[in-house]
Structures are given as C-alpha cells and as structure tokens.
T-cell receptor, first 113, second 118 residues
Framework: AQSVTQPDIHITVSEGASLELRCNYSYGATPYLFWYVQSPGQGLQLLLKYFSGDTLVQGIKGFEAEFKRSQSSFNLRKPSVHWSDAAEYFCAVGDTGGFKTIFGAGTRLFVKA | GAVVSQHPSWVICKSGTSVKIECRSLDFQATTMFWYRQFPKQSLMLMATSNEGSKATYEQGVEKDKFLINHASLTLSTLTVTSAHPEDSSFYIC??????????????FGPGTRLTVT
C-alpha cells in the first residue's frame, strides 16, 4: 500500500531564506506525487505534481520539487520564502490505477520577520 | 480548471441527528469520488471511495453504517453522517479525479464542510 512520510511536523524560516520540506513515499511502482498547501480553515491548493519526465518540477508561487527515485523522495523547495507562505504543506502520493490519493501528516511552515 | 463544490460549507447539528453533505463535480464527470476527514491540525485521512453505480469502498476503521455514501450520478456524491456524536465534529473534504488526455490524473478538492455536533 502506498504511504507518505513528512518527517518535519513544523519548520520555522526567516523571510527571504530558502526552504526545503522533506517528503518520502512508499509505492510499488512509479508514483504520482503531489504537493498541496492549506491555509488555516481553507481548502487545498495544488502547488505541483509529478508523474513522469523531468524529475525537477516547477510549480506555482515559485515552488519546485525534485523526484529522486533512489531515495524515494520528493522534497519541496523555494529559494526565498515570503511571509504569505506560512501555511500547512502536504505531500501526497497517488495510485496510478485507482486515483486514490494518500496524504502525509503535513508540515507546518512558520515564517519569521 | 475543474471545480468541485461542497454543500453546506458548515453545519451544526445536535447529537443523535443525521446530516448530509453533498459533493458535486461542476464541469466534469466523476465515476469515482473520495471522502476525507481532517481533524484540527491534522492531515487528511481517506475515509472512503465513492463509486457511481456501486457500493462505496471504506478504508479500514471507518464505520460504513455510520458514514453512508451514495454516488447518485456522475456529478454527485453524498456523505451522510448518521446518529452524529461530538467526536464526529471535523472538516470533511471530498475530491474527484479528472484525467486530462495524455496527462496524469489530477485530484480536485472541494472547499470542505465544517461539521460541529453539539
């Protein structure tokens, strides 16, 4: 069965600093991988997704993620964090056959001035 | 992009009553939809897969008699929380996959329904 691990419950970075959120997945085949962001009391917004091709994926809001099969990882990065990026970030893995999407526990990002 | 709506956006009900939540795909058809539950400051936990024209598939630990799912049409799935209790208070989110030709599927999420049981 597929699963996702986000080892960091919360991370604090200074505004303007770089960011990397970690994600490890478990899946028997090439997975579909996603990063979502959720602001308090809000729904989910898709930041980016990977299913094949270039392992470096560009998303919205200046985010990117790199798929590393050897490490079963799909870490999210941003070169310069803005205060508005403070939110909860979820990594997710999708079942290529049945579309079922399983979420990691999430990483709460705090941005300090 | 595709849009998924949920109704109501929030609901308060008394303990012991039932409440129905609707999930609609507005501009695409979805033979499959998913229901998630999210407790405060926690992740989304998949509850069940809603299948149009057949029974829903429930994840381990989810009571199928308590959380009734009906996929009435290719654009509508409903989740009924029966005999609600305060511990059922949560944020319920539905999603539907859309498969653009030649691309990976993308899961479109509804805005969620906040259920409070008093």
């Amino acid at each position: 069965a597929q699963s996702v691990t986000q080892p960091d419950i919360h991370i604090t970075v200074s505004e303007g600093a770089s960011l990397e959120l970690r994600c490890n997945y478990s899946y028997g085949a090439t997975p579909y991988l996603f990063w979502y962001v959720q602001s308090p009391g809000q729904g989910l917004q898709l930041l980016l997704k990977y299913f094949s091709g270039d392992t470096l994926v560009q998303g919205i809001k200046g985010f990117e993620a790199e798929f590393k099969r050897s490490q079963s990882s799909f870490n999210l990065r941003k070169p310069s964090v803005h205060w508005s990026d403070a939110a909860e970030y979820f990594c997710a893995v999708g079942d290529t056959g049945g579309f079922k999407t399983i979420f990691g526990a999430g990483t709460r990002l705090f941005v300090k001035a | 992009g595709a849009v998924v709506s949920q109704h109501p956006s929030w609901v308060i009900c008394k303990s012991g009553t039932s409440v129905k939540i609707e999930c609609r795909s507005l501009d695409f058809q979805a033979t499959t939809m998913f229901w998630y539950r999210q407790f405060p400051k926690q992740s989304l936990m998949l509850m069940a897969t809603s299948n149009e024209g057949s029974k829903a598939t429930y994840e381990q630990g989810v009571e199928k008699d308590k959380f009734l799912i009906n996929h009435a049409s290719l654009t509508l799935s409903t989740l009924t929380v029966t005999s609600a209790h305060p511990e059922d208070s949560s944020f319920y989110i539905c999603s539907a996959p859309s498969l653009p030709p030649g691309q990976a599927y993308e899961q479109y999420f509804g805005p969620g329904t906040r259920l409070t049981v008093t």
